[in-house]
């Protein structure tokens, strides 16, 4: 079964609004993930946040981590047209090996 | 450019028809490995690869072969597809301790 379970499944926002989606997670972990993938495409690697982190920024995206809930969250702020993608978190046991998906959250940003 | 590649990228195959996807890396990592993205099942792993000659089973290995000769090589064998296999396939590598992923652009598989 999937580690991460991502909510919404799917959000519509105006542009220039902020964007949050939710994962969570089932077992320990030693990082976690966020991918963003543009319609049918590869995946871009967004953010990483390590176990012992609780939050991160990079530009427009801040991510959270709650170890003690097992949950994650990214917010996109100031959105943009081009934010419209699926955005994925996956989990990670230990460095380097195999990442576990969520099942994706459809981010639609209007103009 | 750092890049996993992968070839096809599109590939309309027949049932039984053995396929090969080719998956290299230019940036030295030791792991690498295969995933499957379906509609409302999310990517699911297929094989992984710690090093040169050392592969082992992910969440849906059934159907599916690889192997690991070079560093820089991983390619997914199909060896009898059927239609339960068309999909779209990611290749990944990463630099082992570092838990950062590079996927390629994709390989969108039908086979009919």
């Known amino acids: 079964s999937q580690q991460g379970e991502e909510d919404p499944q799917a959000l519509s926002i105006q542009e220039g609004e902020n964007a949050t989606m939710n994962c969570s997670y089932k077992?320990?972990?030693?990082?976690l993930q966020w991918y963003r993938q543009n319609s049918g495409r590869g995946l871009v690697h967004l953010i990483l946040?390590?176990?012992?982190?609780r939050e991160k920024h990079s530009g427009r995206l801040r991510v959270t981590l709650d170890t003690s809930k097992k949950s994650s969250s990214l917010l996109i702020t100031a959105s943009r047209a081009a934010d419209t993608a699926s955005y994925f978190c996956?989990?990670?046991?230990?460095?380097?090996?195999?990442?576990?998906f969520g099942g994706g959250t459809r981010v639609l940003v209007k103009p | 450019e750092a890049q996993v590649t992968q070839n096809p990228r599109y590939l309309i195959t027949v049932t039984g028809k053995k396929l090969t996807v080719t998956c290299s890396q230019n940036?030295?990592?030791?792991?690498m490995s295969w995933y499957r993205q379906d509609p409302g099942l999310g990517l699911r792993q297929i094989y992984y690869?710690?090093?040169?000659?050392?592969?082992d089973k992910g969440d849906v290995p059934e159907g599916y072969k690889v192997s690991r000769k070079e560093k820089r090589n991983f390619p997914l064998i199909l060896e009898s597809p059927s239609p339960n296999q068309t999909s779209l396939y990611f290749c990944?590598?990463?630099?082992?301790?570092?838990?950062?992923?590079?996927f390629g652009q994709g390989t969108r598989l039908t086979v009919v």
């Open positions: 077992t320990s972990i030693n990082n």
């Open positions: 940036m030295n990592h030791e792991y």
């Open positions: 990944a590598s990463s630099l082992s301790g570092t838990g950062l992923f590079i």
């Open positions: 996956a989990t990670s046991l230990a460095a380097g090996n195999k990442l576990t």
């Open positions: 946040i390590r176990s012992n982190e």
């Open positions: 690869s710690m090093n040169v000659e050392v592969t």
